[in-house]
């Protein structure tokens, strides 16, 4: 435990472990030491020899004394480096997490990310206090076991008998709670991914009338944590009270012993009293050690959790990085995708499906691409790998001719922008929201972004103007106001690559013209890879590829691929009757 407490603070903290361990092994020996001395001061106490006893006062009174300075220094720097570990954690997690690829955060991870940051970093850094406990009830019983041995080779033989018995019981105790607390994890881990999914979904839900069905996974995942829950718990029951039934018993074997002292070993009845209570000092500790078992599976585990989190790797950076571009006064980058071979992770039947083989599309610098395909050919898939949240499989993705493999994220960041098609805004006023983009920006050029992209509209008719809130995730905006906030706070960024995944949402008929005119400005002067839902927007680019079958099936404009009559003939006419338009010629 305190190696892995070790390794996942990265070593955080050494010297205040090795004070506290010192701490407490001078406490556990001082109380062991006063628990011995008890003996001779209790015989002649109980043998009526007054001025006996009062000659131990002395030495107990001592030991007592340092036990106390101990037990003080061991408490505070329990509580340093509790706090020394914690920090640590949140740091390195954090310095990690921002590491690892954007693809990462899926639902299930980001719930387990945010048990992980609460509870899991908590129960992990309690690993100090359970390691007092721990040390403690060894090194208290073996300072006694060495009075016991002085006082009385029998007795201490007795209570030395049932050491192996009780640590087994402890190491059945620990198998049974590990077991059973693992499969608690996982499943509470996907009853809140549920949860939050389901909490997400409510609009659409309500919307289909299907909201009792769409809680039929939510129910199987409670229904699971529940019985993950009820089965750590009974798991976990033997295990502590077999070692307290353990503990028990040799109380009982230790009282016999004594007995049998007394009447058959010549022992008298003051030295048998006095001797027991320290016997029962000595097997005291192997309860809590017993008890000790589940908090030390719990701790182990967080612990383990946090280190396979620590040890996923981040996308590669690379070692010497090439600039996407040399001066900021170049034009904006192109973008190409090379002959691009993905497939997300292996699903529930092992298999790794390609989303993308061989697709190839060129983004010319400064030109606007619409990516228009069937729902799940893998068009956000594309966006994504510009933007890295993935690594490609085989083939490139380059932007400015530079492998995005080869580029510092933080050049990729600063020139590549995404704008999703479920914009989620933060809970905060529309002013906020755009400010994002460029925290430093000025007032002035907050005003201008949100001019450009018609979100000035929005703010005449709201009854606070700016300092209107947008409520939880932006819900008191509508779809098409949400996107022009968001294509605010990228025009306020000004990156010279843009990814766009339109809004699929039907707007109204003032949202898609103040949505064009902003998409427009966007395009000024920019490289923008649109996923096209809306014909205008369709219609509006410098070309339109067609994504079928994890490649470009078509490519060309929109008049030609009109004229050409094939796959994309077809989906624009499903476009126009989905929004109800007719723009055949342009
Ligand atoms: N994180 C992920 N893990 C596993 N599979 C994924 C992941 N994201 C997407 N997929 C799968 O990859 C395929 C392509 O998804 P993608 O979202 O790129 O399609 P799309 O064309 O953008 O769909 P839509 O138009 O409906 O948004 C789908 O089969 C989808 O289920």
């Not at 955080?12 to 406490?27: E, I």
């Not at 109380?31 to 002649?44: N, Q």
């Not at 016997?279 to 192997?286: A, E, K, N, S």
């Not at 008049?559 to 126009?576: K, N, P």
């Amino acid at each position: 435990m305190i190696t892995g407490l070790l390794r996942i603070t990265g070593g955080a903290g050494r010297p205040l472990l090795v004070r506290h361990l010192l701490a407490t092994v001078a406490n556990a020996v001082c109380e062991g030491v006063a628990f011995g001395l008890l003996v001779p001061l209790l015989t002649a106490l109980l043998g009526g020899h007054t001025g006996e006893a009062a000659h131990w006062l002395g030495p107990l009174a001592a030991a007592v004394a340092v036990g106390w300075a101990a037990h003080y220094a061991m408490e505070t720097t329990a509580l340093a480096l509790s706090s020394a570990w914690r920090r640590a954690l949140y740091e390195r997690l954090g310095d990690h997490v921002v590491r690892l690829p954007l693809g990462w955060f899926d639902e299930t991870r980001t719930a387990q990310l945010e048990r992980l940051l609460g509870r899991g970093v908590n129960t992990a850094v309690r690993g100090v206090f359970l390691t007092q406990t721990l040390v403690t009830a060894v090194v208290r019983p073996a300072t006694v076991l060495v009075f016991l041995l002085c006082y009385d080779a029998w007795l201490a033989l007795a209570v030395l008998v049932a050491v192996p018995v009780v640590l087994a019981v402890f190491s059945v105790a620990r198998r049974m709670t590990e077991r059973t607390d693992a499969a608690h994890d996982a499943a509470a881990a996907e009853a809140s991914a549920r949860l939050v999914e389901f909490a997400g979904a409510q609009p659409v839900l309500r919307a289909s009338g299907g909201a009792r069905g769409g809680r039929r996974e939510l129910d199987a995942a409670l229904d699971g944590q529940h019985e993950a829950a009820r089965r750590q718990v009974f798991g976990a029951l033997p295990g502590l009270h077999l070692g307290e039934l353990v503990t028990q018993l040799a109380f009982t074997a230790l009282l016999v012993v004594g007995l049998l002292l007394a009447t058959h070993g010549g022992v008298d009845a003051p030295r048998i009293i006095a001797l027991l209570v320290l016997g029962t000092h000595f097997l005291q500790p192997f309860a809590v050690v017993a008890g000790a078992a589940a908090g030390l599976t719990t701790v182990r585990a967080a612990i383990g959790r946090i280190d396979a989190l620590l040890r996923t790797e981040p996308l590669p950076e690379p070692p010497h990085p090439r600039p996407l571009r040399v001066s900021p006064d170049d034009g904006p980058p192109g973008v190409e995708l090379d002959d691009v071979v993905f497939g997300y992770g292996p699903g529930p039947d092992g298999a790794r499906a390609a989303v993308l083989d061989g697709f190839s599309l060129t983004i010319p610098a400064g030109r606007t691409v619409a990516l228009v395909g069937a729902s799940g050919s893998g068009k956000t898939t594309v966006t994504k790998l510009v933007a890295r949240f993935h690594d490609v499989d085989a083939g490139a993705v380059r932007v400015g001719g530079v492998d995005v493999r080869q580029a510092a994220t933080t050049d990729l960041m600063d020139t590549v922008s995404l704008v999703f098609q479920d914009v989620r805004l933060v809970d905060g006023t529309i002013e906020e929201n755009i400010r994002l983009g460029r925290p430093d920006a000025t007032e002035a050029e907050v005003r201008e972004a949100a001019r450009r992209a018609r979100v000035d509209r929005i703010v005449e008719r709201l009854p606070a103007g700016w300092a209107s809130p947008v409520g939880e995730g932006g819900s008191l905006l509508s779809g098409g106001e949400r996107q022009r906030v968001a294509i605010a706070r990228t025009l306020l960024k000004d990156t010279p690559v843009v990814l766009l995944d339109e809004a699929t949402s039907a707007l109204d008929a003032e949202n898609e013209v103040a949505v064009r005119e902003a998409l427009r400005e966007l395009a000024r002067g920019r490289t923008l890879l649109i996923i096209a839902h809306q014909p205008a927007t369709i219609a509006d680019a410098d070309a339109i590829a067609v994504l079928e079958d994890g490649r470009v099936v078509e490519h060309g404009t929109h008049t030609s691929l009109l004229a050409a009559g094939g796959r994309y003939a077809d989906l624009f006419g499903s476009y126009e009757r989905a929004h109800g338009w007719r723009l055949r010629n342009r």
